[in-house]
DNA sequence: GCGGCAAATTAGAATCATTCCTATTTTGAT
DNA sequence: ATCAAAATAGGAATGATTCTAATTTGCCGC
């Protein structure tokens, strides 16, 4: 009788991602961010998901996001020393901050760079994460 | 009966740099910093200077190096929320972040690389800042 | 050389994102 | 059903940085 446990009208999220249980909070989390571009924080993440878990704490929150990021279903995203935002675009990117609006917007590197072909880098480094942030405005 | 106003047996500081009135706040700051290729923190430059100028403040030190970012005499380095950094090295280059020792060692870009030429940029973009920062390991 | 003014410095309080703590609840395996 | 492990909630603690208010300093014209 039963079909296939979470009968929920939004769309399905597996049980498991990447290894990672995905309870009933950490749905809520993975599910509105996969649905932002805007680079929320967690604050952000955590007045959202409020409207359908009342009883959720920022310190869950934060649980999942960190879960989230350990199991690279997200990017954490850091500009200077602002609150930390979360990404759901997994492609190696860059993101570029709007002065003039505040606004994040992924940028991506034109076809056939390898980020690591431009960079001198010392002999036997193994590189496990490259970030790249931009400044400026759209004029 | 007075030579020069200020008779340092160390490398004579300008009175001003790029506008900005060297006080002797900012001697000793930028004079550490100068000397040092270990991206230092804010209190670690304070602990430094405090040998020379015992009564300094971390304010002040924090005010220094704001002061000397922002007549871009240094820059500032952050790496994922940890303290922020400050390097003496203008030129245009990355930091890598060895996850073993914990060091940070500038990387340059080989030579004829331009930047912006590797980025899908939205047309008008005006670049002002641009951060390029590796984590791994020196294997 | 001297008063006045703006800039710089100081010490300590305040801020605020994030982490820690710990009791409670939920989950999955037996 | 039972038990251990994992996850959660909420509140306290942390720590880098910033703010505030009160001195101190440097510099200007007199």
Known sequence: MMTNGL???QTAIPEEINGLRMTRQRQEVYRFLM????????N?????????LPSV??????????ALVQHKIIRQVNFDREPSRYCPN???HGHFHDET?????DVKFKPGINL???????PNTVIKDIEITLRGQLA
Not at 44 to 52: H, Q, R
């Open 7 to 9: 009968q929920n009208r």
């Open 35 to 42: 649905g932002e571009r805007t680079h929320p924080t967690a």
């Open 44 to 52: 952000e993440v955590f007045m959202k998901i409020k409207e359908a």
């Open 57 to 66: 704490s920022l310190a869950t929150v934060y649980n999942c996001l960190e």
């Open 90 to 92: 997994l492609d190696e």
């Open 101 to 105: 609006t505040g606004t994040i917007h």
């Open 116 to 122: 690591t072909d431009i960079l001198d880098l010392p």
